[in-house]
């Protein structure tokens, strides 16, 4: 992690903020030591979805691949308004990705600034396919802190072999644009992320990636592990290099999750993730939304993060994560950050 940008993050506790982070700590490991499963604190980060449409066709994107059992649509702007005051002051970090490219949302600049006003450190991901010279000077100037660019391949045609109808070029083209707004505005921010999934055909590229940063003056890379949902018998996308793959070949020559899963997840305590439309599910795993715990735009937050639904979702994974359909390919500890 970039120590300016940690930095950042914590200019934007306050006491009552900083509080919450506490007694959320305390309640996560009352629920390890004594199977205590209310969280007595609220969350401190959320994920909230801008779109669940994309333009591209990843092959283990159920998004791309046009895979969802829940519409798709457009988070809007009086909508986002009424999830941060309903959530409440103790947040102070939001990741506006969930599915889909958030530059997609015509209205997506407009959530970030309706975000820092309240203080909060904000941050996307996106295939940068939409970051151009004539809007990069408005991305800079919104407030976004942290902008997470999915690099996938250094050649055209490595790059599409994951990023189905991408263009390299412009993911180059957008990020370039980026670097020189920030230059023109004497801005630190967004803290700008190389984030390069390591798949067998792009696995080679990895070293000149961090060399492409730095002559890009990128704040920083990320080569990500690959979540797949074939995997049992082999998968053309799992790497040969044991180091950037989630997943190892057994005995009876089937592949399976490298890490084991242990009862437990932070996740559960520190944050929650909203899809477009306002409906509560317990992370980043529950892509289609089959676990909704609630609605955002017209229930209490505070009810629902305290429902008997969240603490027995809560419990589950505490008593039994391996039986948790989301949880059972789960990145947690799965990560390469390099």
């Avoid at 930095?7 to 982070?21: Q, V």
């Avoid at 396919?129 to 407030?143: K, L, M, P, Q």
């Avoid at 053309?236 to 009876?252: A, C, H, T």
């Avoid at 529950?286 to 429902?307: E, N, Q, Y």
């Amino acid at each position: 992690m970039n120590v300016a940008d940690n930095i950042n993050i914590i200019r934007h506790l306050t006491i009552n903020r900083f509080w919450n982070l506490i007694k959320l700590g305390l309640s996560y490991q009352r629920a390890k030591l004594f199977k205590k499963f209310d969280a007595t604190a609220l969350p401190f980060a959320a994920s909230i979805e801008p779109t669940t449409a994309c333009n591209l066709s990843c092959p283990e994107c159920p998004s791309g691949l046009k895979q969802f059992t829940r519409s798709t649509g457009k988070l809007g702007v009086e909508e986002n308004k009424q999830m941060l005051r309903n959530i409440g002051k103790q947040l102070f970090y939001v990741n506006y990705y969930f599915q889909g490219e958030p530059f997609l949302n015509p209205n997506f600049l407009q959530l970030i600034k309706d975000a820092k006003r309240q203080r909060i450190y904000t941050a996307t991901s996106t295939n940068a396919h939409f970051i151009t010279e004539g809007n990069a000077r408005d991305i800079v100037s919104s407030g976004l802190d942290r902008l997470i660019i999915s690099i996938d391949g250094l050649t055209q045609e490595t790059y599409e072999q994951y990023r189905k109808n991408g263009k390299l070029d412009k993911v180059i083209a957008g990020t370039k644009a980026l670097v020189e707004a920030k230059r023109k505005l004497n801005s630190s921010t967004p803290h700008l992320i190389f984030q390069f999934l390591a798949v067998k055909p792009n696995e080679h590229e990895i070293p000149k990636v961090f060399e492409l940063a730095k002559e890009m003056e990128i704040d920083e890379v990320r080569i990500k592990s690959a979540q797949l949902y074939d995997y049992k018998n082999g998968n053309v996308l799992i790497p040969e290099n044991p180091k950037y793959s989630r997943y190892v070949k057994g005995r009876n020559g089937q592949y399976k999750p490298k890490y084991k899963l242990a009862n437990k997840c932070w996740r559960m305590w520190s944050s929650t993730v909203l899809t477009w439309d306002g409906k509560v599910v317990p992370c980043c795993f529950d892509k289609d939304a089959k676990h909704v715990l609630g609605c955002a735009t017209s229930t209490p937050f505070r009810r629902i993060w305290h429902s008997p639904a969240y603490q027995n979702f809560r419990k589950s994974v505490f008593t039994g994560r391996n039986q948790v359909e989301i949880c059972k390919n789960c990145s947690e500890g799965a990560k390469v950050w390099v």
